[in-house]
Structure formats: structure tokens, C-alpha cells
């Protein structure tokens, strides 16, 4: 009989986050697969499990991955798990979950704890319609240039992000998407957790103001406030060309001021 792949979610800080049949999974696996079997076996202690643990993380994603799927087939049981929170949300695990469903595996994922959902929750910005982008680019040209695809999405946007990046992201999430709701959700389950919610702008002061930033963090980012106004758009941006100013730097200043996303100007521009 071939084995089933369990995609399991663990606490993301509070161990009272486990549900009765992750425990179970858990429990009945013939060998669990972690990203760090020191991490994991503090879990499994709280929980009273002594378990086989198999590291497979983003440096053996590919090689463990083959070596897992040929044990499913050999009829045992897997338990995936990251450190925290859901599985394959910005951790490894695709490529297993790819290679066993290949070899007609069953995947049952067990649902729990995720920072992406958690924050959404409680950050009081729309959730009707969002969109999970993982961590944003370390280099700032390219973080930047990730924020700038996102300058005509009306979901609430969620990233992932490291605490010594934060300043500087919440730097250029208001150069580049301007006047927008933010909500910095830290430690979230942990016993400092805690919101901020405000402009990109008034979130950095208050952080900046701190002798240090620490903790995991997720940055939620609210639909343009500003109502578009095009009219007379492409004439400004004609005016600062005539002044000097080069085209997309006056396309950027006109889009921003009056709300307008930059490619839609652009577009208009050059037609």
C-alpha cells in the first residue's frame, strides 16, 4: 500500500496553536520532514511524540524530495512541516508536493496556524479580495520594482519581511504606492505581538524611533485611497518635460500627485 503525504501546520509562535488531528498526523506518521529537526523536536517534546525526523529544507529540496516520494511508495507515511505556520507558504515543499502527486501520492493537507491569515484577521483592512506575495526582494531596485507591479492592484496586498529591512521597505512602499493604508503585524501568537496601522510613512516613525526591530514580521498594504485624476495629465507631463525634468521622473511625479497609475500614464503619453 503506498503511503499519504500530510501537509501539517504548526504553531507560528503560541504552541496552544495545534489542532487535535495535527497532533494525531503527528503522531501516527512513520517519520515527519522538517526544515530544522532541532526546531521541530522541541515541538514534538512539548507534544510527547518521539518521532524519526528527515531534514528537508531549501539546500536538499530537490535530492530529499526523490528520496521522501520513494518511501511514500514503499508504503510510509509522511508528515511535512515547516518552523512555523502552513507549509509551502514561503517554505519548502512544492517540489515534494509536485513530485508525489506525480507518482499518483495522496496529499492530505491538515489546516492550522498561518502568519499570512492570522495578520489578515487582524489587521481591519478589507479581506473580500487579497493577494499573498511572500517576501519582497532584499536589493532595494528590486523591491522596488516589485511594489511598482502592484501600483494598480486594489487587494490588500501581504508580504513577508525581515526586521532589519523593514525601515527600508516601508521607505519605498511610500515612494513607490504612496498614500495607502499599512498595518505591520509583529510577533504575531507571540507574547510581544502586536499591530501598527497608520501610513507607510507614520509606521516607519514609530519604529525608527526604537533602538531596535526585531521579530517576524508581515507588512499588509490597503488599495489605493486617492480618486484617479486624468485629466490634464499628459499636458503636466509635457509642462515638466519643457522644463527639463525627463519623461518618466515627470510621468512619476504627475502619476503620484494625482493618483494615476504610472504605466496608464505612460501609455497615454507616448500615444
Known amino acids: 500500500m503506498v503511503g499519504k503525504l500530510h ?23 512513520g517519520l515527519i ?28 529540496e530537490t ?25 509551502l507558504l514561503s517554505d519548502p515543499g512544492y517540489r515534494l508536493v509536485e513530485a508525489a502527486i506525480a507518482a499518483g501520492i495522496q496529499i492530505v493537507p491538515i489546516p492550522g496556524p498561518s502568519a499570512m491569515l492570522s495578520a489578515l484577521a487582524g489587521s481591519g483592512l478589507p479581506t473580500d479580495s487579497f493577494r499573498f506575495c511572500g517576501f519582497l526582494p532584499a536589493k532595494a531596485s528590486q523591491r ?3 511594489l511598482e507591479a502592484f501600483e494598480e492592484e486594489h487587494a490588500t496586498l501581504i508580504f513577508y519581511e525581515a526586521p532589519h529591512r523593514i525601515l527600508e521597505t516601508l521607505d519605498d512602499i511610500e515612494a513607490v504606492l504612496g498614500e495607502r493604508d499599512v498595518v505591520v503585524a509583529r510577533e504575531l501568537t507571540k507574547l510581544h505581538e502586536e499591530f501598527l496601522r497608520g501610513s507607510a510613512a507614520t509606521i516607519r516613525a514609530e519604529l525608527g524611533s526604537r533602538p531596535a526591530v526585531k521579530g517576524e514580521i508581515t507588512v499588509l498594504i490597503g488599495a489605493p485611497k486617492s480618486v484617479p485624476n486624468p485629466v490634464g495629465a499628459e499636458e503636466e507631463v ?13 510621468i512619476k511625479q504627475v502619476a503620484k500627485s494625482r493618483g494615476i497609475p504610472k504605466r496608464e500614464l505612460y501609455r497615454k503619453v507616448i500615444s
Not at 518511501?71 to 511535512?80: E, N, R, S, T
Not at 509635457?238 to 515627470?250: H, Y
Open 7 to 29: 501537509i501539517v501546520s504548526t504553531p507560528i509562535g503560541n504552541l496552544e496553536d495545534i489542532t487535535l488531528r495535527a497532533v494525531r498526523v503527528l503522531r501516527e506518521a
Open 144 to 146: 522596488r520594482k516589485t
Open 238 to 250: 509635457r509642462a515638466l518635460e519643457q522644463q527639463g525634468l525627463a519623461r518618466m521622473d515627470a
Open 63 to 87: 535530492p530529499r524530495a526523490a528520496e521522501l516520494v520513494e518511501k511514500l511508495l514503499a508504503g510510509v507515511d509522511i508528515a511535512l512541516v515547516s518552523d512555523a505556520g502552513t507549509p
Open 33 to 60: 520532514a522538517c526544515e530544522d529537526t532541532r526546531h521541530t523536536r522541541k515541538l514534538l517534546d512539548h507534544l510527547g511524540i518521539s518521532k524519526l525526523l528527515v531534514s528537508y529544507h531549501e539546500h536538499n
